[in-house]
């Protein structure tokens, strides 16, 4: 029997190898790293020090890579001798040997679960009550009791735990370069097993496959508007698909979850305003006169009857969100409207923005400047100095204009400044 990609045995020829010579193994494309960060020593390392340029990419705030002590000895006959190769070289380790080194004397295994317990801890303490209506009874359940009950049954679901937390934690913390880097680990984790666990998904794996989807996807929007993101900025059409994703992910899975505080969570809906302003406000006039500009744009012969349509749709939602504040509608009830309109519009309008659509870009702006004039809760709006979703996107999405419809921006920046307020 020949293993994949060994050669074919020779034995009882003339060719035979004898046991004491070896095939010459082929060649890399690449020089081996030796004295690269153990991040790295898998792949290709640079090997800069104090962080080489993969994790500084991979792991924004890092500020040095776990490097692997290396010393050359030389022995009889000019032989170098260098240290053995670790038997476990793996991202892990290079986490665990990141963590912070106090109390002194632990071993990485015990740093990664101090670690781990000072997330859990800041998870049912802190995190919990600043995610979706965690203010409201049914809100506490699910974050605060269910989500940590299933952690405990579920390494897909404590996983996500961590990783949640350990994005709050860091926005609190930023000169902790270890928070970030723990986020981006557990969540790598996460939506590798994820995968897995939706091809597989049964009525005992139901709960927890739909409750590490919607901690997966609360991470993305938040480290989509990281300000420590390298590279240009996208906007989160991830996000957006994902939540289209969980909604389908519970029609297919609802007989398995009933009695579940999820079904609260999906069920859900947005009250919609009457679309009567009780008080006409200078903010409304703008509002009114700003949409009405943006809508005149619709009859241009480049516009399709049916991106028409979608345009139009937006826009009706647009003013119905802003009647809502100015009626004084619950905040959670704007909190969640703002949070969901792109999900609950036309599929072609997230096609449209994925094809940098100027109309439809400067739609998108004027949703997300509405953070601006509701109440601040970090799922949705991150925290500073670190998380700024509405200036991160403000700004992106002005940098994917041609210099023709930069005019589009001009409302979405009054309200994100402050100039034009309900």
């Given at each position: ?63 040095s ?7 050359e000895?030389?022995?009889q ?14 991202v ?14 632990l ?6 679960r101090?670690?781990?317990l ?22 506490r ?9 299933l ?34 680990f ?6 590798r097993?994820h995968r ?6 049964d ?6 496959v ?51 505080a ?22 409304a ?9 943006v809508?005149?744009?619709?009859e ?12 139009e749709k ?19 009830q ?13 599929g ?43 200036e ?21 920046a ?9």
């Amino acid at each position: 029997m020949f293993l994949p990609g060994s050669p074919q045995s020779s034995v009882g020829t003339d060719d035979a190898p004898s046991f004491g010579h070896r095939h010459a193994r082929p060649r890399r494309s690449f020089k081996k790293s030796r004295r690269g960060c153990r991040t790295c020593k898998a792949r290709k390392c640079d090997e800069v020090h104090p962080i080489c340029s993969n994790c500084s990419k991979r792991f924004p705030g890092l500020k040095s890579c776990d490097f692997e002590p290396f010393v050359e000895v030389t022995g009889q006959g000019g032989e170098t001798l260098r240290p053995r190769k670790r038997t476990r070289n793996t991202v892990e380790d290079s986490l665990q040997a990141s963590f912070a080194p106090h109390p002194t004397g632990l071993t990485p295994e015990g740093r990664s679960r101090l670690l781990e317990l000072k997330l859990m801890h800041h998870y049912t303490n802190v995190t919990c009550t600043q995610l979706p209506d965690g203010e409201l009874a049914e809100g506490r359940r699910v974050w605060s009791v269910d989500i940590p009950r299933l952690a405990f049954q579920s390494d897909l679901v404590l996983n996500a735990l961590f990783g949640i937390s350990a994005l709050h934690y860091s926005a609190l913390t930023p000169k902790d370069p270890v928070l970030p880097y723990a986020a981006t680990f557990y969540f790598d984790k996460v939506v590798r097993n994820h995968r897995i666990a939706l091809a597989n998904v049964d009525r005992g794996s139901a709960e927890a496959v739909l409750a590490t989807a919607i901690l997966i996807c609360h991470h993305t929007w938040i480290s989509a508007h990281s300000t420590t993101s390298d590279g240009l900025y996208e906007v989160p059409l991830q996000t957006y698909y994902m939540a289209r994703g969980i909604q389908a992910l519970f029609d297919q899975m609802w007989p398995w979850l009933r009695g579940s505080a999820y079904l609260w969570y999906i069920e859900r809906q947005p009250i919609m305003a009457s679309g009567e302003i009780a008080h006409q406000t200078e903010w409304a006039t703008n509002v009114q006169e700003d949409l009405a500009r943006v809508s005149d744009t619709f009859e241009d012969d480049d516009v399709s009857t049916e991106d028409k349509i979608i345009y139009e749709k937006t826009v009706a939602e647009l003013s119905s969100m802003c009647c809502a504040i100015s009626n004084s509608v619950s905040q959670q009830q704007l909190q969640r409207r703002v949070a969901t309109m792109p999900v609950r519009l036309p599929g072609r309008f997230l096609e449209l923005i994925e094809l940098k659509d100027p109309r439809a870009l400067g739609l998108l702006a004027r949703n997300l400047a509405l953070l601006k004039v509701i109440n601040t809760v970090w799922w949705l709006h991150g925290l500073e100095p670190s998380q700024l979703v509405t200036e991160t996107s403000f700004a992106g999405i002005a940098g994917m204009l041609p210099n023709e419809w930069l005019w589009i921006m001009a409302w979405p920046a009054k309200v994100i400044s402050g100039e034009m307020r309900p």
